[in-house]
């Protein structure tokens, strides 16, 4: 069974701080991997995904990724109330050349003003 | 260009009933994901649909199934229903099969089993 554990938070931050997120996963040849952001009562939406060992910078967001400890994390910098939310790390797993998407159960971040 | 869209937003049903669920994918994809979402299990895949078949499946009873019809629209359904089926069901469309890096939701739709 190919897991993705998350830590259910719920993580707090002041405003203006550091939030940082972090999966891991237990399937080693994963070679995908997804952060997604749902408001309450919304669907998820993707912010960022990255396939390389290291860090990648979107705006604000930056992932990282540590295939041999088989660890992603994500960090969101100068944190906003508008971050609070629910954040999903998402594997992908290779079925036989068709891939699908493993989730964890999400992270709650919540930004105090 | 228009979102994912699925109808209905909210339905409510009785154990032993049926029912189907709506998925219209962003114009130009061509694969269908349908996940379900509850708070004890998180999102959890049901199935992928491309070109009218079933690409890929999650570990779900054949009481979930689904089908695509030559316009890249999609149907769930869920037969003899339980009260675990409660969930947000959401949909997932992409440009191609296994695309999952360009994969955009649905508004979901949430189902409640009385």
């Known amino acids: 069974q190919k897991e993705v554990e998350q830590n259910s938070g719920p993580l707090s931050v002041p405003e203006g701080a550091i939030a940082s997120l972090n999966c891991t996963y237990s399937?080693?040849?994963?070679?995908?991997f997804f952060w997604y952001r749902q408001y309450s009562g919304k669907s998820p939406e993707l912010i960022m995904f990255?396939?390389?060992?290291g860090d990648k910078e979107d705006g604000r967001f930056t992932a990282q990724l540590n295939k041999a400890s088989q660890y992603v994390s994500l960090l969101i910098r100068d944190s906003q109330p508008s971050d609070s939310a629910t954040y999903l790390c998402a594997v992908n797993w290779d079925q036989g050349g068709s891939e699908k998407l493993v989730f964890g159960k999400g992270t709650k971040l919540t930004v105090n003003p | 260009k228009a979102g994912v869209t699925q109808t209905p937003r909210y339905l409510i049903k009785t154990r032993g009933q049926q029912v189907t669920l709506s998925c219209s994918p962003i114009?130009?994809?061509?694969?269908v994901s349908w996940y379900q979402q509850t708070p004890g299990q998180g999102l959890q895949f049901l199935f992928e649909y491309f070109s009218e078949t079933q690409r890929n499946k999650g570990n779900f009873p054949g009481r979930f199934s689904g089908r695509q019809f030559s316009n890249s629209r999609s149907e769930m359904n869920v037969s003899t229903l339980e009260l675990g089926d409660s969930a947000l069901y959401l949909c997932a469309s992409s440009l191609d099969w296994g695309s999952t890096d360009t994969q955009y939701f649905g508004p979901g739709t949430r189902l409640t089993v009385l």
């Open positions: 399937d080693r040849g994963s070679q995908s």
């Open positions: 990255i396939y390389s060992n």
């Open positions: 114009s130009g994809h061509r694969s």
